[in-house]
């Protein structure tokens, strides 16, 4: 088992910035690619941002490509969405995930979540 706590979601204008934080306990960490999906009001959970079980690889969905950045500590069981010039549409509850494996597959990459966090909620005010 893994659990994984998400932490650093808020309130914040657009423009802001906020850093999510996600600590991971019990299974070794870097056995796991991390990922972080977020889900709207109303809407389907999207995958956001990926990272390889060592870090030298990420993948960041198209819409905050540029914007967000993806890192992990494995010294630190943590895995970390840096998450600039938000936007209104950037809200929602952002999920921590795990899936064994060395990296994430991106085609279908809910398929392939092994373990969850309870999610950290965002809200960007325009």
């Known amino acids: 088992q893994v659990q994984l706590v998400e932490s650093g979601g808020g309130l914040v204008q657009a423009g802001g910035s906020l850093r999510l934080s996600c600590a991971a306990s019990g299974r070794t960490f870097n056995d796991y690619a991390m990922a972080w999906f977020r889900q709207a009001p109303g809407k389907e959970r999207e995958f956001v941002a990926a990272?390889?079980?060592?870090?030298?690889?990420?993948y960041l969905t198209h819409s905050v490509k540029g914007r967000f950045t993806i890192s992990r500590d494995n010294a630190k069981n943590t895995v970390y969405l840096q998450m600039n010039s938000l936007k209104p549409e950037d809200t929602g509850v952002y999920y921590c995930?795990?899936?064994?494996?060395?990296?994430?597959?991106?085609?279908?990459?809910?398929?392939?979540?092994?373990?969850w966090g309870k999610g950290t909620l965002v809200t960007v005010s325009s």
């Open positions: 990272i390889s079980w060592s870090g030298s690889s990420t």
């Open positions: 995930a795990a899936s064994r494996g060395s990296s994430w597959p991106v085609r279908d990459p809910l398929l392939h979540v092994d373990f």
